[in-house]
């Protein structure tokens, strides 16, 4: 599960292919999509880290990866290379001899190394000699090259953290890390990381541990929760939130049409035309069934106040005499109607119409009269009207 990277590279181990859609893997299997990377992104991986890669390299490639920069650039460590490889009886022993050659040398693994000139690596390997994995990793591949060996630089990640919540594996952006693979004769490309010869607890403990005594671990980040991971109530709401979050992207961002029939394979097995038209219409009357009668039952909420509920009776009342109030009929309109076919009545529809339409209508005009006393009488005239003969 892939943070946004703006790239289209994916990640996995060696020798990587998926059965994602959408995932296109090159000739030396390295994975990618066909668009960059501007949300989280799930895909499935299968590695087999112990096959031989590219047992054959073609000429072509083998002058790829045994190119160098301009032939004047960086004199002494080319050569070294030659006078390591001469002594040599071959690559995987010239390989052992350049490990040995950084293990034994005063070299140190730092964050904040020197900048170097225009030849870095001579002044890398016989000024400075300090520097991070992309310092030992660039060393080794050119040395390599430059005593006809091919190699190459890798860029990835190396090692993460164990969320004990959920067993998952935080490969956080510290954990980035630069290696080298070299082509040797029978065993196609074999790894070689030049940064363990000079700081193997880089390697076996991360980079927290390596810079310790540094102190140079995020300290461009000082809010980073990262940083305080020995409190314990800290780290663990830190991984708690973590494993909420993967949760969240897991099954419901990411619960696209592969995880749906996913599902419903586990659930039912082999998931036929027939069994899915019957779990789609089965799961529309689950939920259908309940919101439908939901609404039928449903009484709408419409609450009256005292002076339609008034008004309402005195409509019923003449309903009963054979006046029925039209939908939308103005209570003026009403009136006029009921006292055209009821002129004994003028009178009480009267009144009972204008105290209706001065509570209903002038009340916002004229907040301050009083419409209590208003709705007082409003209900008597009513009352009245009500129990009064046809």
């Not at 956080?172 to 490309?189: C, I, N, R, S, T």
């Not at 939130?241 to 586990?266: C, G, R």
Request: with cysteine; glycine share 6%; net charge negative.
């Amino acid at each position: 599960l892939m943070e946004p990277t703006q790239q289209r590279w994916l990640y996995g181990l060696r020798y990587a292919s998926s059965p994602s859609p959408g995932v296109i893997k090159t000739p030396d299997y390295r994975l990618f999509t066909l668009v960059q990377l501007e949300d989280e992104y799930q895909y499935d991986v299968e590695t087999w880290p112990e096959t031989a890669l590219e047992i054959e390299l073609t000429t072509w490639r083998k002058e790829t990866e045994l190119a160098l920069p301009e032939a004047a650039g960086n004199p002494l460590t080319r050569r070294l290379a030659q006078e390591l490889r001469a002594s040599a009886d071959s690559d995987e022993a010239f390989v052992r001899a350049v490990m040995n050659y950084f293990s034994q040398q005063p070299f140190f693994y730092t964050l904040q190394p020197p900048l170097l000139g225009d030849d870095p690596m001579d002044e890398f390997l016989f000024q400075t000699r300090r520097g991070f994995c992309e310092h030992y990793a660039y060393a080794f591949v050119m040395m390599m090259r430059a005593a006809g060996v091919p190699a190459r630089i890798v860029a990835g990640y190396m090692g993460g953290e164990v969320n004990p919540v959920n067993r998952t594996v935080i490969v956080h952006q510290f954990d980035a890390h630069a290696w080298a693979e070299v082509w040797l004769e029978g065993q196609g490309w074999v790894r070689a990381d030049p940064t363990a010869a000079v700081a193997p607890e880089r390697i076996e403990y991360g980079l927290e541990v390596a810079m310790e005594e540094e102190g140079s671990f995020l300290s461009s980040s000082p809010l980073s929760p990262l940083r305080y991971r020995g409190i314990n109530w800290l780290n663990s709401a830190r991984l708690r939130y973590d494993a909420l979050t993967y949760q969240w992207q897991a099954w419901v961002v990411n619960f696209n049409s592969d995880q749906q029939y996913k599902l419903l394979s586990d659930v039912f097995g082999e998931v036929n035309p027939r069994k899915f038209v019957a779990v789609l219409l089965g799961t529309w009357v689950l939920v259908l069934l309940p919101v439908g009668l939901s609404l039928l039952l449903r009484r709408p909420i419409h609450r009256l106040s005292l002076p339609d509920k008034h008004y309402l009776r005195f409509c019923d009342r003449l309903a009963s005499m054979g006046m029925v109030r039209d939908p939308g009929e103005a209570p003026g309109d009403f009136a006029h109607r009921v006292i055209r076919k009821f002129s004994r009545l003028e009178a009480e529809v009267t009144e009972i119409t204008r105290c209706y339409q001065a509570l209903a209508y002038a009340a916002e005009d004229n907040p301050g009269s009083d419409a209590g006393k208003l709705t007082v009488a409003l209900g008597r005239h009513v009352r009245k009207f009500q129990f009064a003969r046809p």
